[in-house]
């Protein structure tokens, strides 16, 4: 265990449905990071924050895709409209700013169907 | 944008030493992590240089060069439990953290 919880772990959906995921971080850690990882491949950048700020979303993530830090704590990332490319595992990070070494949650993979 | 290049598999035998390559092309390089992912985990943070030569710790060792934007880990004294995905990722500090597209490590016996 990391320190960083992620809910749920499995998350099943019907296409066209919207899914919210939250990422419990470790608390004293300001920079919290999603990725999403599909089999076989790293873990592909979507976006962070420092405290509530989002600092940087990436150009693959269409406006299905919002994630919120509302109060620096835990995040939340919700797909609307989920399409069955969207099945993959979601990861999230934390780590105080500065340091070199990011925790990761355990996931939660969405499947699509 | 960044990528960072690695080999997709490498197969060693226990006990042996096996090196993974990382090449990387980035805008604004703060330095290279690695990173051990074992199947259905999650990663964990294995070492980072920032500055050019080898950094070692226990059996992993991980070294840079930034004027050929090259780094790699060694794995010495091979054991079964090192089978895992292992992934480079460049940024840290007061940037982002994009991860390399990963090297499955086999080690048979």
């Known amino acids: 265990d990391t320190g960083v919880s992620q809910d749920p772990r499995h998350k099943i959906t019907k296409r066209g449905q919207n899914v919210t995921f939250r990422c419990d971080p470790i608390s004293e850690h300001n920079r919290l990071y999603w990725y999403r990882q599909t089999l076989g491949q790293g873990p592909e950048f979507l976006t962070y924050?420092?405290?509530?700020?989002?600092?940087?979303k990436s150009r693959l993530l269409s406006d299905r895709f919002s994630a919120e830090r509302p109060k620096g704590s835990f995040s939340t990332l919700e797909i609307q409209r989920t399409e069955q490319g969207d099945s993959a595992m979601y990861l999230c990070?934390?780590?105080?700013?500065?340091?070199?070494?990011?925790?990761f949650g355990q996931g939660t993979r969405l499947t699509v169907v | 944008g960044q990528s960072l290049e690695q080999p997709s598999e490498v197969t060693a035998v226990e006990g042996a030493i096996v090196q993974i390559n990382c090449t990387y092309q980035?805008?604004?390089?703060?330095?290279l992590s690695w990173y051990q992912q074992h199947d259905g985990g999650a990663p964990t943070f294995l070492s980072y240089?920032?500055?050019?030569g080898l950094e070692e710790t226990g059996r992993f060792s991980s070294f840079l060069s930034r004027s050929d934007s090259y780094g790699y880990l060694l794995l010495q004294e091979l054991q079964m439990k090192d089978s895992a995905s292992y992934f480079c990722a460049e940024g840290t500090g007061a940037n982002n953290l994009f991860f390399g597209t990963g090297t499955r490590l086999t080690v048979i016996p």
């Open positions: 240089n920032a500055l050019d």
């Open positions: 990070a934390s780590r105080t700013q500065g340091s070199t070494e990011a925790f």
């Open positions: 924050f420092q405290n509530e700020a989002q600092l940087e």
């Open positions: 980035t805008s604004g390089f703060y330095g």
